[in-house]
């Protein structure tokens, strides 16, 4: 299992500050949704935390260890990130990308590989090469590749994005289980998907946490609408509840 600790996290870009003095603390276990409005820094956070993204000034530390102290190797060993925008430099076929995944870490199987095609529902597309996959395969693909080796941490920005309807319930689902023996902390585009399957809720707002708790704490707190920009009324449904964006706030 993998804490994650943010300590003042301060990423910039020329004149822009993408991240400005970000604390947080992950882990070792739970279902983190990261939400927010474009631009707010989801996906450079991500990264940090991931050790790809060089901070301007601050911390993370997975355990005892400094991310950037950290090879290549043991951080994959420790941490299991899911990009937004994938290109494989060859094109391989899906089932040799998902067996590369599970060579990256060392004791994982031919039968990790068997069970995460089958999760994902791949089986019939292990010959296909990459570039005649369409956008939900390709994302199936790369979440087979990156949880084949079942990393203590999971980073995954918006996972579900390019997939249809079941797919991206399954997957939201999936990756709000893992949570319980290990670390899931997910870019959430839909915040009905947030709020139906994450335990905890982190609001970022202009390379800032604006609000951080249970999803039932912060389903009526006033900062998500402030955050957004909208007035969300908040709809019961036997599903759960469901955000209805009403109008722009004044």
């Known amino acids: ?129 990459w570039s005649t996959l369409s956008g939900g395969e390709c994302a199936r693909v790369l979440l087979a590749m990156v949880l084949v080796s079942d990393p203590p941490a999971l980073l995954a920005d918006e996972p579900a994005a390019s997939l249809d309807i079941r797919h991206r319930l399954d997957v939201a689902s999936a990756l709000a289980k893992r949570g319980k023996d290990r670390l899931s902390v997910v870019v959430v585009h839909d915040l009905d998907l947030a709020f139906r399957y994450f335990d905890r809720i982190v609001v970022l707002d202009k390379g800032r946490v604006v609000a951080d708790g249970t999803a039932a704490d912060l389903l009526h707190d006033k900062r998500l609408d402030a955050t957004f920009g909208v007035r969300f009324e908040r709809v019961s449904t036997p599903a759960g509840w469901s955000l209805v964006a009403a109008q722009e706030l004044l």
Not at 39 to 59: D, F, I, Q, V, W
């Open 1 to 129: 299992m993998t804490t994650l600790a943010v300590r003042d996290l301060v990423v910039k870009r020329g004149d822009s500050t993408l991240l400005d003095r970000l604390s947080l603390d992950l882990g070792p276990t739970g279902s983190v949704a990261l939400v927010g409005p474009n631009g707010a820094g989801k996906s450079t956070l991500l990264k940090t935390m991931a050790g790809l993204e060089r901070p301007t000034a601050g911390s993370v530390r997975a355990g005892a260890s400094d991310i950037a102290a950290l090879s290549a190797a043991n951080r994959t060993r420790l941490i299991g990130y899911l990009p937004q925008h994938f290109e494989p430099h060859w094109d391989l076929t899906a089932g040799q990308l998902v067996e590369l995944g599970a060579q990256r870490v060392d004791g994982t199987g031919i039968e990790a590989v068997r069970a995460a095609m089958a999760a994902y529902e791949l089986d019939f597309l292990a010959g296909r090469r």
